[in-house]
């Protein structure tokens, strides 16, 4: 289990990320990144913070959230240290964390509801990578 999350989203998913703090604030040490408000905001802008403090601390992990969850995961996994997953089932998030040890959960608040997704970031949390041949593969990623 990762020591801290580091959170953000965009105006599209404020609502999400906020019931998903309470729901982790009491055994997790969290670090949210924004946008705070519901002003309009550039969802690359929370991305990059968000993976630049996750690269920096390889115990930890990232959650981003914005409309589609695609823009916040097309953003994330142009850092070389980040494996981004764009996760819209627990089944997703499980094999995300197995075979491509991800780093970073995407998730799109207005594609998956606040139930599933709780039930998604609970499966990325708890679930470890498996390491051997997914590591070779992982090896391979960098260009
Ligand atoms: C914001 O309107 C929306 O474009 C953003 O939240 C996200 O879905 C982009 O990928």
């Known amino acids: 289990m990762p020591k801290t999350i580091h959170l953000g989203c965009d105006h599209a998913a404020l609502d999400m990320k906020n019931a998903l703090i309470k729901a982790l604030e009491a055994d997790y ?8 408000t519901a002003e309009s905001c550039d969802y690359p802008d929370i991305a990059h913070a968000v993976c630049r403090a996750v690269e920096q ?20 996994n142009r850092h070389q240290g980040i494996r981004a997953a764009l996760c819209t089932t627990e089944l997703h998030a ?42 070779r593969r992982l090896d391979k990623l960098a260009i």
């Open 29 to 36: 040490a969290l670090e949210d990144h924004g946008t705070y």
């Open 57 to 76: 601390d390889s115990e930890s992990c990232g959650i981003l959230i914005c409309g589609t969850g695609i823009g916040m995961s097309i953003a994330a």
């Open 94 to 135: 499980r094999l995300s964390r197995q075979h491509n040890n991800a780093n970073v959960l995407c998730l799109g608040a207005r594609m998956t509801g606040s139930v599933l997704a709780e039930a998604i970031v609970q499966a990325f949390l708890h679930t470890d990578f498996e390491g051997g041949r997914h590591q």
